[in-house]
């Protein structure tokens, strides 16, 4: 351990191994984001806290039993040449549920809705925390199979997690804020999770779409929507001073 802290190559490492794992958790702060909004106001802050800290502990069950960790990559039947691994599975049935939580959650915001995508205080603390945690399985595999293609050595891994799940849990809360305040970015936010739900189905098919796409995609169409606000925010001080004169 003390070798560790005397290496470059380690600090190098952990630094650009926890910029890699705060990206690849953007998805899951506004998944935990949304989820939460279902809640009354006063029980959100700890179903995010709930939220990123099971985050944190999945990925470091899961890094804790890398040689588990490998089989999941391991074919176990053959299907017409097709060989499906647990890996394959676990992605799809993720990628699935990201779609059928994000298409309900549209159809809510838009048409309405009853039961659990009924509007905020509906859903249950315990129900909501059960539904992060499912998709947290999904998207710690993501995780710890990045830390472990990253860097040779678990107190490395163990620390870039850690300090990302950190980062996480203090921006959680201004996202969710943000998206809560404003109804077209909760909108592109659950846009932005049926693209990660397909990116998950087609990788558990093999068929890998670069996640810097979908970033990319995203991050596009928050500047657009970026500038729609700053435009909204101009006329609206414009109507006041107007109205004030």
């Given at each position: 351990?003390?070798?560790?802290?005397?290496?470059?190559?380690?600090?190098?490492?952990?630094?650009?191994?926890?910029?890699?794992e705060?990206?690849?958790?953007?998805?899951?702060?506004?998944?935990?984001?949304?989820?939460?909004?279902?809640?009354?106001?006063?029980?959100?802050?700890?179903?995010?806290?709930?939220?990123?800290?099971?985050?944190?502990?999945t990925?470091?069950?899961?890094?804790?039993?890398?040689?588990?960790?490998?089989?999941?990559?391991?074919?176990?039947?053959?299907?017409?040449?097709?060989?499906?691994?647990?890996?394959?599975?676990?992605?799809?049935?993720?990628?699935?549920?990201?779609?059928?939580?994000?298409?309900?959650?549209?159809?809510?915001?838009?048409?309405?809705?009853?039961?659990?995508?009924?509007?905020?205080?509906?859903?249950?603390?315990?129900?909501?925390?059960?539904?992060?945690?499912?998709?947290?399985?999904?998207?710690?595999?993501?995780?710890?199979?990045?830390?472990?293609?990253?860097?040779?050595?678990?107190?490395?891994?163990?620390?870039?997690?850690?300090?990302?799940?950190?980062?996480?849990?203090?921006?959680?809360?201004?996202?969710?804020?943000?998206?809560?305040?404003?109804k077209?970015?909760?909108?592109?936010?659950?846009?932005?999770?049926?693209?990660?739900?397909?990116?998950?189905?087609?990788?558990?098919?093999?068929?890998?779409?670069?996640k810097?796409?979908?970033?990319f995609?995203?991050a596009?169409?928050?500047?657009?929507?970026?500038?729609?606000?700053?435009?909204?925010?101009?006329?609206?001080?414009?109507?006041a001073?107007?109205g004030?004169?």
């Amino acid at each position: 351990m003390i070798d560790l802290l005397a290496d470059p190559e380690a600090w190098a490492s952990l630094a650009t191994l926890t910029v890699l794992e705060v990206v690849l958790g953007i998805d899951n702060i506004l998944f935990i984001s949304v989820l939460a909004d279902k809640l009354p106001e006063r029980e959100q802050p700890r179903a995010r806290q709930l939220g990123i800290g099971a985050a944190l502990v999945t990925r470091l069950l899961l890094l804790s039993a890398i040689a588990w960790l490998t089989t999941l990559t391991a074919p176990f039947a053959t299907i017409y040449g097709f060989e499906v691994a647990a890996r394959d599975l676990v992605l799809m049935a993720g990628g699935l549920f990201l779609l059928y939580k994000g298409t309900n959650e549209i159809h809510s915001e838009v048409e309405g809705g009853h039961g659990e995508t009924g509007g905020a205080g509906t859903a249950t603390l315990a129900g909501v925390v059960a539904q992060i945690a499912v998709i947290d399985v999904v998207f710690s595999i993501d995780s710890v199979v990045t830390a472990v293609g990253m860097a040779d050595h678990i107190a490395v891994m163990v620390t870039a997690i850690v300090i990302a799940m950190g980062l996480m849990l203090l921006a959680a809360a201004p996202v969710a804020d943000f998206v809560q305040r404003h109804k077209s970015v909760k909108m592109l936010a659950l846009a932005f999770l049926l693209l990660v739900g397909v990116a998950l189905v087609a990788d558990g098919l093999h068929f890998h779409i670069p996640k810097g796409y979908l970033y990319f995609a995203i991050a596009f169409s928050m500047g657009v929507e970026a500038l729609n606000l700053m435009a909204g925010a101009r006329r609206r001080r414009k109507r006041a001073s107007e109205g004030n004169a």
